[in-house]
């Protein structure tokens, strides 16, 4: 199994910044992409970023010039680094990774979620 713990999360003023992190564990997987995914009340849940092992990245259109995210392989960790929030930013924070077996690498990649940080964003 893996588990993504998350951190960073909190209350900030609009035009403020905040750093998320998400660490995967788990032995023997392979992690593949990894990306951050957004839910606000009454509202459908939405990709913010993802980005592969090997660094390629995707933005959604509202956070483009203003997120972004990395990884660092060695630690199977991945950072969302926020600025110029905005209130419409406010939301719980969910991490996703793909990962499996590495002695399986012919098995499809299954998907993991973390527990959510939340994130608001003060007018």
């Known amino acids: 199994q893996v588990q993504l713990v998350e951190s960073g999360g909190g209350l900030v003023q609009a035009g403020g910044s905040l750093r998320l992190s998400c660490a995967a564990s788990?032995?023997?997987?392979?992690?593949?992409?990894m990306g951050w995914y957004r839910q606000a009340p009454g509202k459908q849940r939405e990709l913010v970023a993802a980005?592969?092992?090997?660094?390629?990245?995707t933005y959604a259109d509202s956070v483009k010039g203003r997120f972004t995210i990395s990884r660092d392989n060695a630690k199977n960790t991945v950072y969302l680094q926020m600025n110029s929030l905005k209130p419409e930013d406010t939301a719980v924070y969910l991490c996703?990774?793909?990962?499996?077996?590495?002695?399986?690498?012919?098995?499809?990649?299954?998907?993991?979620w973390g527990q959510g940080t939340q994130v608001t964003v003060s007018s």
């Open positions: 996703n990774a793909n990962a499996r077996s590495w002695s399986r690498p012919w098995d499809p990649w299954n998907d993991y």
């Open positions: 788990g032995s023997s997987f392979s992690i593949g992409t």
């Open positions: 980005i592969t092992s090997g660094g390629s990245t």
